[in-house]
């Protein structure tokens, strides 16, 4: 069975300081990657997709993909207290198929 | 990227009736998703409509509960019938963009509580 998996956190960090949230997937098959952030009570809101090896910046936002280590991971800089959210990781595996982790709660302290 | 609404956006409702979930698109796509998720969990995709097709659902989803129809490349509906308090939850609707990634987008969401 196709797995993403995120840790669920929370991760806390002070304001300023750099987030790093990770994520592992099962298929090696998988084409794209997407990282979602959710505001309670709020939809998912996709910020960030990377779709090959190495390094994609938006912003304060960094996106990393490993393939060989089946591994993606979502840095963010200067985390703010607006940062403060749940992240979601996902995965398209083909086929129309969209697999989403559990998501890591983050907490930036003021 | 696609811009989706959703109606309505909560609802209260008794248990044994029926509530059905409107999701409009901006924009002509192939493939709708309904998502349920449950107050601190994950999504949980309920079905994937194709328009012209029968939906696709997951397991432990069936039609009879969670009938769905997609009359247009803009437009569906998702029917959660014979309510049970188990049913409380956020319904998603969600859309592929016509990029070549397949990126989703989320709807703002019907949040439904059954009594």
């Known amino acids: 069975q196709k797995e993403v998996e995120q840790n669920s956190g929370p991760l806390s960090v002070p304001e300023g300081a750099i987030a790093s949230l990770n994520c592992t997937y099962s298929?090696?098959?998988?084409?794209?990657f997407f990282w979602y952030r959710q505001y309670s009570g709020k939809s998912p809101e996709l910020i960030m997709f990377?779709?090959?090896?190495g390094d994609k910046e938006d912003g304060r936002f960094t996106a990393q993909l490993n393939k060989a280590s089946q591994y993606v991971s979502l840095l963010i800089r200067d985390s703010q207290p607006s940062d403060s959210a749940t992240y979601l990781c996902?995965?398209?595996?083909?086929?129309?198929?969209?697999?989403f982790g559990a998501g890591t709660r983050l907490f930036v302290k003021a | 990227s696609a811009v989706i609404s959703q109606k309505p956006s909560r609802d209260i409702c008794q248990r044994g009736t029926s509530l059905t979930i409107q999701c409009q698109v901006d924009?002509?796509?192939?493939?709708m998703f309904w998502y349920r998720q449950q107050p601190g969990q994950s999504l949980t995709l309920i079905a994937t409509?194709?328009?012209?097709?029968?939906?696709?659902?997951e397991s432990g989803f069936v039609i009879d509960k969670f009938p769905i129809s997609r009359p247009n490349l803009t437009f569906s509906t998702l029917t959660v019938s014979n309510m049970s308090p188990e049913d409380s939850s956020i319904y998603l609707c969600?859309?592929?963009?016509?990029?070549?990634?397949?990126?989703?987008?989320f709807g703002p969401g019907t949040r439904l509580t059954v009594t």
């Open positions: 969600s859309v592929h963009d016509r990029g070549p990634y397949y990126e989703q987008y």
């Open positions: 298929d090696r098959g998988s084409q794209s």
């Open positions: 990377i779709y090959s090896n």
């Open positions: 996902a995965v398209y595996t083909g086929g129309f198929k969209t697999i």
């Open positions: 924009s002509q796509v192939t493939m």
């Open positions: 409509a194709n328009q012209g097709s029968e939906a696709t659902y």
